[in-house]
């Protein structure tokens, strides 16, 4: 899918799931401003790539969940490349431990960085994309979070989930007369190198199509969102799971 012309800005994406998100945007043609925490090494690597196929892109350190930061990385990008397009709010961590053992600290920091950032980054290009009359908003969900059986060992990422699924039917009815489209994708268990042998066969047990997610099965759901065949769907949360948690 062509989006040549498009300026797109991938939070957290010097790994995992962002960075190949960032790499398929490129692939279709897209300029790919790459943010990151404090991995600069590989956000360099992730822009070389991208360079490398001919297309524009620069990394930005911004911490998403500092507002100010997140402010000024979205008029740092504008700078850059006259404008933002596509955002993708890729950033997540979780901390797998029961509720009753989890740390003030470790609560707070994990909805700040789950929700809190999503709303920042959201808030500040939505700003400029009505200006703009057009965008193109990606929250990253998960599947699942709404369910306590997915949710005990993981409390408040799963609540800050949800909400990032209201989040983004409240940034769809914002954004829809200016031409902006807000959908979520709530990826199920995902391939991204970080489970031992009896982890990924214990995953796969559970989920019906037997296999976990490739990174490309995300990135690729993306890349249909922000083109120009879903511009009629917006508030949406697309599960990719292959079954688990529907």
Known sequence: MDLKGKVALVTGSS????????LTLARNDATVAINYL??????????????????ASSAFQADITNSAQVKGLIE??????????ILVNNVGR??????????????????D???????????????????????????IAAAGAEQVSAARFSTPYAIAKTGVIILTKSLAVAGAKYGITVNAIAPGYVDKGDLNTEEQQRAEKQIPMGRLASLEDIAEAVIFLVSERAKYITGACLTISGGWKV
């Open 15 to 22: 790994r995992g799931i962002g960075r190949q998100i960032a």
């Open 38 to 55: 404090s991995e600069e090494g590989k956000a360099k690597e992730i822009v070389s790539a991208i360079q490398a196929m001919g297309q």
């Open 113 to 139: 960085i789950n929700l809190n950032g999503a709303f920042y980054c959201s808030k500040y290009v939505l700003e400029y994309m009505r200006r703009q009359v057009y965008g193109r908003i990606i929250n």
């Open 76 to 85: 740092a990008v504008i700078k850059e490349f006259g404008k933002v397009d």
């Open 94 to 111: 979780y901390y797998y431990k029961d509720i009753a053992e989890l740390s003030p600290v470790e609560w707070v920091s994990t909805i």
